[in-house]
Structures are given as structure tokens and as C-alpha cells.
């Protein structure tokens, strides 16, 4: 009750001044634009930056409660032929200056009041802490993926790990152990090729007992063990405040707040949802794997024939840089049979509340099993890569929501026969019912959490609380 008062007299005194930056990639943006509306519902101030040359994201009602900032983040035209390595090295060292400099400017300036007392950054950008000390204010890391992938990352860290070739791994009491292909794969197979991110991932924890505080978009529910451990780990107080979704979706507490608000894709919504209508009651599979994953051609033509064979309708999203992949003829005769509608990119929560939606395929980021998880819908798991193999274990094994589908371990790929019978499982057979069950116990705790009083809830309370003494 304590912080629930401190909580309504920031409300009154608007006393606190937050600053949030999150990467430029939507997956990053939401859950943090999510907080953000979260924070700005206590009342306060919250100014969300966006370190972005080139893309600009048009704001509507969604985020009308909060300021949006860009910084440069040193983009130049003609510097697409620069590695994956060298973006991530330049996004470093500019945006280090640039955001000094826009807390420079937001502390110096006398009509900016209340001036902001504290950084909350995206946890990869973990350089960020040290700017926010540097320029006087509080840095506290926002870490948007689970806290189980949040775990393997500590202990790779730590140098606390040791990854056999095979075998499984006891990383967390009462948790089950995790064979190495259920390892994030940054820390298994992709390692070697893609080293900055590595430690993109490892160095979130890098000086990490300067930070006043530690968020996580999970809540305390979904994963009781794994946070148990992580507290026994970490000095700083964790708080979970997720699941970021939009308050429609759960507690409905937050004004206008229907969709996420910065959006990279245009969706066709008419077209999604005149084919959805015209469906039966938890009939259709919804099919995405995201705004950046990229589906080799070999794995999109297994998809492809995987979904039709299986003889259940299904409304799959394509970006149109990823079409051209599609085996040929295959939209002619999926379009000739009316078995499947292709777009190019849609609104994924007003899909997935559809009633004629019956599962999802997903490739298991963390955004989408989390939207997933709090609308009640079972998920088919074809996780790629990063913290998607993880994630899709505990899809599967913890949480017990949805079925992967078999991935041959050379090819990395699932093949159309063991995608058909994935998915007749799911939706037509008895572990389906059993998964569907799961899946409402679960939309309901999420609801929990973050409604008035919940256990995330009451930790944003806490920080905001926290924010004012």
C-alpha cells in the first residue's frame, strides 16, 4: 500500500522525468513503447528516443501519452556494404555521443521540467549505463527477451558454462535441463559467425551492479524459477513488468492504448479480416515469423506445402521482400482452392483475437509468444535462431502451449510432412485440447499481472515510487 500511495503522489507532483531508448527494430520498440505507456499511466513524464537516421515511425493516438525523441545513430547513404559487424561498431560510437548529448540538452534546458532523473535502455545497448552515469542520472537496463535466454547468457558471461556437442545441461533447479540445440543459438552454432553479437548478448550483465534497478518483460508467474535463480545472481533488484502488450488485450486500463503505435510495415487489415470473417470458429492456422526473420528458400517451400497438404485454411504473412521465396504456382493454387490467403503484413493482435484463429506458427521470438500466451492462442514452434530455440523448449515442455516442430539437426530446417502432422495434432487432435486449456490458464495469469494490483503492476508502482523519493 506504501508504494501505491507514493505512486498517486507522483501522479499529483509529476515529479518524475523518464528517458527511454530502445533500438530501432520493432521488436525492441514494442515491449519498451509498451513500458513506456505503462509509466506515463502513473504519471509520469516519459520521453521515449529512438536512435534512427533513416526511419521514422508516424505516431497516432497509441502514443499520445508519451514524447518521442530521435538521435542520430550515424547512418550515412551508400553504407549498406558495411558487415553486420562493422553497423554494430558505428551504431556504438555514434550513438554513445549523440545520446549524451540529448541529456544535455534535456538537464540544461530550463522549459524542460521535470528534468529526467533516470535512463531506462533496451539491455543490449549495455554502454548506455554508462552514459546515463556519466551525465548524472540512474541507468536501469530493460531486458526484452525471457529471463531464461536472460539466464544462459549470465552464465556465458560468467564463463559459468560449459556447452557440451550433445547432452542435456541442469542450468536451473526445477526447471527441465536443456539439450544443446535448446541453447540460444548465439551461444551454440551462430557464435562463431556473428561474434559482436555474442557479446551484444553476454555484456548485458557487464557492470550491471550500477544499476539501481533490473526490468524484464516477463512476468513473475510465467517464469517463478528462473527469476528465483536470477535474484540469488544479481545484486540489483529485478522487477518484471510485462507481458508489454496493449491494454486492450488485457487490463484495458490505458486510454486509446489498441495498438503499439510505431508500426515498419503498412498492414492489410481489410483483406486479413473479410477472409477471417468468412471462417469457422478456431478453424484458420495464423502463420509469421516476423518483421526480420529471413526463411531460407528451401525451408519457405517445406512451409509452403506443409500448410496446404495439412487441408486447414491458414492466413499467412509474407513480407514482400520474402514472396519471391514461395514455391512457384503455389498462390495461384492455394488462391484456385480458397485453402490460404498470403499478405504481405498485417496487425498480428487483432489476427490473433480473431475467433476463426485456432493456433499460430510462429518462429518464437519473444514479442509473439508473449502475444500468443496472453490471447490464449496454441502455437506450432518453428524457431531460427537466436533466442527462438529456447523459447520454443519452454513452449512446448514448461508452459505446455503449443508443439515444435521436429527440425533436422544438420539443416537446421523442418520438413513438410512433420509441419502437416504438427499442425492436425494441434488443431484436430486430443494434445490439442489438453495444450488449449494450458493456454487459457495462461491468458488469464497474464491478465492478472498487469491488472490492478497484479504482481507486474505492483512493480511498476515500486519503480515509479522509487523515482520520486
Not at 95 to 110: C, D, G
Not at 194 to 205: I, K, R, T
Not at 308 to 325: C, D, G, Q, T
Not at 357 to 378: I, Q
Request: net charge negative; glycine share 6%.
Amino acid at each position: 500500500m506504501e508504494d501505491r500511495r507514493e505512486t498517486a503522489a507522483a501522479i499529483n507532483e509529476k515529479k518524475a522525468h523518464v528517458l527511454v531508448i530502445s533500438y530501432a527494430i520493432q521488436g525492441h520498440i514494442n515491449p519498451l513503447l509498451q513500458f513506456s505507456k505503462r509509466l506515463a499511466s502513473k504519471g509520469v513524464k516519459v520521453t521515449f528516443i529512438i536512435p534512427s537516421t533513416r526511419t521514422k515511425f508516424p505516431p497516432n493516438a497509441a502514443t499520445s501519452s508519451i514524447d518521442i525523441a530521435y538521435i542520430s545513430d550515424g547512418y550515412e547513404e551508400g553504407e549498406n556494404l558495411l558487415s553486420l559487424d562493422e553497423l554494430i561498431t558505428r551504431f556504438r560510437l555514434v550513438v554513445q555521443n549523440t545520446l549524451a548529448k540529448f541529456i544535455r540538452n534535456q538537464l540544461e534546458s530550463p522549459e524542460l521540467q521535470p528534468p529526467p532523473t533516470v535512463l531506462v535502455y533496451d539491455s543490449v545497448m549495455f554502454w548506455a549505463l554508462d552514459v546515463a552515469l556519466e551525465q548524472g542520472l540512474q541507468g536501469v537496463p530493460f531486458f526484452t527477451q525471457t529471463c531464461m535466454v536472460n539466464a544462459v547468457y549470465y552464465l556465458v558471461h560468467h564463463a559459468q558454462i560449459q556447452i557440451p556437442a550433445t547432452g542435456p545441461l541442469d542450468l536451473i533447479p526445477e526447471l527441465p535441463a536443456l539439450e544443446t540445440s535448446e541453447l540460444p543459438t548465439l551461444a551454440t552454432v551462430d557464435g562463431g559467425a556473428y561474434p559482436l553479437l555474442v557479446s551484444m548478448c553476454a555484456n548485458q550483465f557487464l557492470k550491471l551492479e550500477k544499476a539501481k534497478w533490473i526490468l524484464i518483460n516477463t512476468f513473475s508467474e510465467l517464469e517463478a524459477q528462473v527469476l528465483k535463480w536470477m535474484m540469488s545472481k544479481v545484486q540489483s533488484p529485478i522487477l518484471p513488468v510485462g507481458p508489454t502488450i496493449p491494454s486492450i488485450y488485457l487490463d484495458q486500463r490505458l486510454e486509446n492504448d489498441k495498438e503499439y503505435g510505431l508500426q515498419l510495415f503498412v498492414p492489410e487489415m481489410d483483406a486479413c479480416m473479410k477472409w477471417l470473417d468468412s471462417r469457422e470458429v478456431d478453424s484458420v492456422i495464423y502463420v509469421s515469423f516476423g518483421s526480420l526473420a529471413s526463411l531460407g528458400e528451401e525451408q519457405m517451400e517445406e512451409i509452403a506445402w506443409g500448410l496446404k497438404s495439412s487441408n486447414i485454411p491458414f492466413l499467412w504473412v509474407v513480407r514482400e521482400s520474402e514472396k519471391k521465396k514461395l514455391p512457384a504456382k503455389f498462390l495461384d493454387e492455394i488462391a484456385q482452392s480458397d485453402i490460404g490467403l498470403v499478405v504481405g503484413w498485417c496487425s498480428q493482435l487483432e489476427v490473433l483475437v480473431h475467433k476463426a484463429v485456432g493456433c499460430f506458427m510462429t518462429h518464437c521470438g519473444w514479442n509473439s509468444t508473449l502475444e500468443a500466451l496472453c490471447l490464449g492462442v496454441p502455437l506450432i514452434a518453428i524457431a531460427q535462431w537466436t533466442d527462438q530455440t529456447t523459447n520454443a523448449k519452454f513452449i512446448e515442455d514448461v508452459w505446455k502451449v503449443g508443439i515444435r516442430v521436429p527440425v533436422d539437426g544438420k539443416k537446421r530446417m523442418s520438413n513438410r510432412n512433420d509441419i502437416m502432422t504438427s499442425i492436425r495434432e494441434l488443431m484436430e487432435g486430443e494434445r490439442g485440447k489438453d495444450i488449449r486449456k494450458n493456454s487459457a490458464r495462461w491468458r488469464e495469469m497474464a491478465k492478472q499481472a498487469v491488472s490492478e494490483g497484479g504482481s507486474s503492476d505492483r512493480n511498476i508502482d515500486h519503480f515509479v515510487a522509487q523515482l520520486v523519493r
